[in-house]
């Protein structure tokens, strides 16, 4: 089952804060980040393995609720560079397979 | 190193006909997935390859197969195509060397239209 994200669309200008959200109905493995450009392949951010570990490169952080099955992704002083469309992927069980949410489409103006 | 490579990237084909899409993976990554993406749908999981084997597939009808091949290179091919068939297939590679799925490297997609 697809991972629900929130919100589908947000735009802020330059130097706010966004937050996204994944949340799933299963018990997830790991969940995983990618950011898409448009016209462009995704690009992988980061993943967070089950037991509630935070991680973050740059200004860009996550963090993985277990007990939740949940995953927020915060973006830190937002830069123009951050335009793009961000997915959550979500592992359950033992299959290595991703399942994605349905995007989360941001927006920064200057 | 070289990226992930599709072809071709662009096509159209009519209801019906059969297409076949190749992804070669970065070099010495053995793993080999597959993404249907639309608008509608986001990012859906195909099948995933290794070492020439299918491990994992998605809920797609069996109009769409794949294989690998000894040297990694992987083919997705969708028989009778239909107009919801139109999508960007992404093809991903990974070293996949841990018990979980690792990062993925996306290659830029093949755009396939069906009229």
């Known amino acids: 089952q697809q991972p629900v994200q929130s919100p589908q669309a947000v735009i802020l200008r330059e130097g706010e804060d966004a937050v996204i959200n994944c949340s799933s109905s299963k018990a997830l493995y790991s969940v995983h980040w990618y950011r898409q450009k448009h016209g462009e392949a995704p690009v992988f951010l980061m993943i967070?393995?089950?037991?509630?570990e935070q991680k973050g490169h740059d200004k860009i952080s996550a963090s993985f609720n277990e007990k939740k099955q949940q995953s927020s992704l915060y973006l830190t002083a937002s830069q123009l560079s951050y335009s793009g469309t961000y997915f959550c992927g979500t592992e359950s069980g033992s299959a290595r397979q991703l399942t994605f949410g349905s995007g989360t489409q941001l927006t920064v103006l200057p | 190193k070289a990226g992930v490579t599709q072809t071709p990237r662009y096509l159209i084909k009519t209801r019906g006909q059969q297409v076949t899409l190749s992804c070669s993976p970065i070099s010495g990554h053995r793993s080999v997935s597959w993404y249907q993406q639309t608008p509608g749908q986001g990012l859906q999981f195909l099948f995933e390859?290794?070492?020439?084997?299918?491990?994992n597939k998605g809920n797609f009808p069996g109009r769409f197969s794949g294989r690998q091949f000894s040297n990694s290179r992987s083919e997705m091919n969708v028989s009778t195509l239909e107009l919801g068939d139109s999508a960007l297939y992404l093809c991903?590679?990974?070293?996949?060397?841990?018990?979980?799925?690792?990062?993925?490297?996306f290659g830029e997609g093949s755009r396939l239209t069906v009229l």
């Open positions: 991903a590679s990974s070293s996949n060397r841990l018990a979980y799925t690792g990062e993925l490297f």
């Open positions: 390859y290794f070492s020439e084997t299918q491990r």
């Open positions: 967070l393995l089950k037991g509630g």
